[in-house]
């Protein structure tokens, strides 16, 4: 009859076709998305790019840091829109370590206090005249309470990388510390292993682990190959080109780069493991996925009087509880180690630009570095407090313009806030 309802089998080529159309239609948004988006990063890609002055290898792959710095000096920069934003001479202390001095595993006959710092590239500071540990040592040493910080911070690295220094490095030359520092930042506890290889022959090599377990870190140079691509916006050059990059004679030739595919192709094996992304805030770290985490602590105040404490064991089970994340082992590894050596321990949040300036609804990068001191049973200082009573236009002076860094002056404010409050948790 005329007046009965559509059976589903009628209908059913009307919701394909619906569907089809749909798929089409984003299909086909997608594509212009890409082709608008791609050519205005081809053009800008252009435009802001690192150069490196090279003449063999400058960064060499290590499978216990990530990279070696070159113990001859080489000098980087960054052009953007025809501006240089920074140039700097970089060079590694015997360790390879973006330090000014070298750092054996033991400590000098009647040497200062030695403190591990381990970071990203706001500590490394390849871009900077000088890096905020060193900054803070010769503030320290004025102030006639020195300290000796072995900087291991490597650019790009994050958690993954400081297990590696810290298990790899320290704990099997059986270095001699008084303290542990880790300056966090942004996603640092989201990174694996990191890792890069600059030479003349290669060009600008970077490279990620597949996973968090310690067989995922590349053995060698041929492991860490397979999984190294080129950075589409960093360029070696020889001595007379990177000349003609600082006075605008050479430019990088334009190339087409795709914007939205290679980021959805790194997104989706997130998403389908159920990562969801990226989440600054280090969901695997909050108490009660694996027992409850010990109380945060606060690092006294300049002037206060404090006894360095051993690390109290972190609230992590002998083997992880169902579904936890293989990040745990890591966190885990270190608590046991510095707790093992009575060693204190130092969480400092390092802030972005984008935080001062606008903040956000629940300071993802704060809530997990304070997460993360809460497992290692570490004391926690807010490096946003060194900035807090800058207004926005002060904010961007003390940062690089378009590079997510700061300058020498974001660095050296950093140092003066840092330096005494290091002092009263080590007890100076």
């Known amino acids: 009859m005329s007046g009965e309802p559509a059976t589903p089998e009628r209908s059913r080529p009307g919701l394909v076709r619906r569907l089809a159309f749909s798929g089409l239609v984003a299909v086909a948004t997608f594509l212009v998305c890409e082709l608008v988006l791609s050519a205005v990063h081809s053009r800008w890609g252009a435009r802001s790019y690192r150069v490196c002055e090279a003449?063999?290898?400058?960064?060499?792959?290590?499978?216990?840091?990530?990279?070696?710095?070159?113990?001859?000096?080489?000098?980087?920069?960054?052009?953007?829109?025809?501006e240089l934003e920074f140039l700097s001479s970089?060079?590694?202390?015997?360790?390879?370590?973006?330090?000014?001095?070298?750092?054996?595993?033991?400590?000098?006959?009647?040497?200062p206090p030695r403190v591990l710092v381990l970071g990203d590239s706001f500590t490394a500071g390849l871009h900077l005249e000088a890096t905020w540990p060193e900054r803070a040592e010769d503030l320290l040493a004025e102030a006639e309470r020195p300290l000796d910080l072995l900087n291991t911070a490597q650019h790009g690295g994050g958690l993954g990388n400081w297990w590696s220094v810290l298990t790899r490095i320290v704990r099997a030359e059986h270095y001699?510390?008084?303290?542990?520092?880790?300056?966090?930042?942004?996603?640092?506890?989201?990174?694996?292993?990191?890792?890069?290889?600059?030479?003349?022959?290669?060009?600008?090599?970077?490279g990620q682990a597949p996973g968090w377990r310690p067989a995922d870190i590349p053995a060698d140079g041929n492991a860490a190959r397979a999984l190294m691509r080129r950075h589409e916006q960093v360029w070696l050059l020889p001595p007379e080109s990177f000349e003609g990059a600082l006075d605008g004679s050479w430019r990088p030739p334009r190339r087409w780069r795709w914007y939205l595919t290679p980021r959805v192709s790194r997104l989706v094996p997130r998403l389908v493991a159920g990562d969801g992304g990226r989440d600054g805030a280090a969901p695997w770290l909050a108490a009660g996925e694996d027992g409850p985490a010990a109380t945060?602590?606060?690092?006294?105040?300049?002037?206060?009087?404090?006894?360095?404490?051993?690390?109290?064991?972190?609230?992590?089970?002998?083997?992880?509880?169902?579904?936890?994340?293989?990040?745990?082992?890591?966190?885990?590894?270190?608590?046991?180690?510095?707790k093992a050596?009575?060693?204190?321990v130092?969480?400092?949040?390092?802030?972005?630009?984008?935080?001062?300036?606008?903040?956000?609804?629940?300071?993802d990068s704060r809530t997990a570095a304070r997460r993360f001191?809460?497992?290692?049973?570490?004391?926690?200082v807010d490096g946003l407090e060194a900035f807090a009573d800058l207004d926005r236009a002060a904010v961007r002076r003390h940062w690089l313009e378009l590079d997510v860094h700061w300058n020498q002056r974001g660095s050296d404010r950093f140092a003066r806030w840092f330096a005494p409050r290091m002092s009263a948790w080590l007890g100076r």
């Open 373 to 380: 001191a809460e497992r290692l049973g570490a004391e926690f």
């Open 55 to 82: 003449t063999g290898t400058v960064l060499q792959f290590d499978p216990r840091t990530g990279y070696r710095l070159a113990p001859d000096a080489f000098r980087l920069a960054r052009i953007s829109g025809g």
């Open 176 to 206: 001699e510390l008084d303290g542990v520092v880790f300056a966090v930042w942004g996603d640092d506890l989201e990174r694996p292993f990191r890792f890069a290889h600059w030479s003349s022959e290669t060009g600008a090599l970077f």
């Open 296 to 338: 945060p602590k606060t690092a006294p105040a300049p002037g206060a009087s404090a006894t360095p404490k051993a690390a109290p064991a972190p609230g992590v089970r002998a083997t992880l509880p169902g579904g936890a994340d293989q990040r745990w082992l890591l966190v885990r590894d270190m608590a046991t180690y510095l």
């Open 346 to 363: 130092l969480v400092v949040h390092i802030p972005s630009r984008e935080l001062l300036l606008f903040g956000t609804p629940a300071d």
């Open 90 to 111: 970089v060079q590694g202390n015997a360790q390879g370590w973006p330090d000014r001095d070298d750092a054996p595993p033991t400590r000098a006959p009647d040497g």
């Open 341 to 344: 050596h009575r060693l204190p």
